[in-house]
């Protein structure tokens, strides 16, 4: 499978675009409840691609996942079953490609609090899906301009959590349901400014739960952002070497958003580099 099995928190990045990918459980320091143990542990991706046209093509994979619950429960691994279908495509001579995929997720054994107890213990409990869209475009409408967008719709949601049966339905902590990627890149090749390109980027989040609430606070939100990126650049040969020097700007609007934490994003920052290649 082309991809992990971390759809709920994917993210999209390029150049001027930054993101991070993240797969987080629940955690914590109680002792575990009695579980069966297990010694061994497996899993199957697999998947095919048929070529409808020379232009088209679509595919299916499958994937199964698993991710440690730590020491709290050594024998007892989260476990993932990930569905996506699609199609992809590259036309007018490779200038214009891209691909539309349905996906659906689903993950269980999930530690979770169990906010009845005086005392904090973590149960495995429950069942996640994540199921939605996504598409992917990348169009070079000339030699010198390059354009790439990313919009991904999903519903992420507690299926099942007997530790808190009242967050069932709700949004899954750390997920944004939607969210949209634009970059862009414009790169001059003739004239006296050879060499200069400039870049602009733009990312939206929606709404979104801060990780670790799911139990305690599952009605805080946090709410949806853009940020807005660009840079300049300009890029020369000396001798047998090339060089590139970059300046950005990120998050020029100096939005104030939160991650997918309970943490601050990154203010506007600016970023001056210098890159040689030989």
Not at 22 to 44: K, Y
Not at 89 to 110: A, D, K, M, Q, Y
Not at 178 to 191: A, D, E, I, P, V
């Amino acid at each position: 499978s082309r991809r992990r099995h971390t759809r709920y928190w994917r993210d999209w990045s390029s150049d001027v675009c930054s993101s991070d990918l993240d797969l987080r459980a629940s955690g914590g320091q109680a002792p575990s409840i009695a579980v069966t143990p297990r010694t061994s542990f497996d899993s199957l991706q697999g998947g095919f691609a048929y070529r409808v046209t020379s232009a088209v093509n679509v595919f299916y994979s499958y994937s199964e996942s698993i991710q440690s619950n730590g020491a709290q429960f050594p024998n007892n691994p989260q476990e993932g079953v990930g569905h996506e279908f699609g199609t992809r495509f590259e036309l007018l001579g490779g200038r214009l490609s891209g691909s539309v995929s349905w996906f659906r997720v689903e993950r269980t054994n999930i530690p979770r609090r169990d906010p009845n107890l005086p005392v904090p213990i973590d149960r495995l409990s429950g069942k996640e899906r994540s199921r939605g869209i996504e598409m992917d475009l990348f169009w070079f409408p000339i030699e010198s301009l390059q354009l790439v967008a990313n919009y991904t719709d999903m519903d992420p949601i507690v299926v099942s959590n007997t530790a808190s049966p009242v967050t069932q339905g709700s949004l899954i902590d750390s997920a944004f349901p939607r969210s949209l990627n634009f970059f862009g890149k414009y790169t001059f090749k003739q004239g006296p400014v050879r060499g200069l390109h400039a870049t602009i980027g733009a990312n939206h989040r929606s709404s979104s739960r801060p990780y670790g609430t799911l139990e305690n606070l599952y009605l805080l939100t946090h709410p949806g952002y853009t940020t807005i990126s660009a840079g300049v650049g300009y890029a020369w040969k000396s001798g047998p070497n090339d060089w590139t020097v970059t300046m950005g700007l990120k998050n020029a609007t100096d939005k104030f958003y939160f991650t997918d934490t309970s943490i601050p994003g990154e203010r506007r920052v600016a970023t001056l580099s210098l890159r040689l290649k030989f």
